[in-house]
């Protein structure tokens, strides 16, 4: 996808949209259910996306729980909405 131009690359600092999931929902270290689990990002709340795998089939977030804990990871796409409850779009790559 990167090489399209369709989606361009943009760094992890920046925050594309706005999230939330469907589910809670695990983030993980990296783009695969094999990888560690950071934390959990609970249902409906507010994440920060910063873009998707190269397959889309996984989302790069941000989440801040209640007590102040920030999560940074990825968490699968399709348990996400964006805001207005519409499927998530293609986003820009990121590593």
Request: hydrophobic share 35%; charged share 10%.
């Amino acid at each position: 996808l990167s090489g399209t131009g369709s989606t361009p690359s943009v760094p992890v600092g920046t925050v594309v949209t706005t999230a939330r999931p469907i589910y809670n929902v695990v983030i993980r270290s990296c783009p695969s259910s094999s990888c560690s689990q950071l934390g959990l990002a609970l249902w409906q709340a507010q994440v920060d996306v910063f873009g998707q795998s190269a397959d889309g089939q996984w989302i790069r977030i941000r989440y801040t729980s209640s007590s102040g804990n920030v999560v940074i990871g990825w968490s699968y796409k399709s348990y996400y909405n964006a805001e207005g409850g519409l499927p998530l779009p293609s986003l820009p790559v990121v590593q």
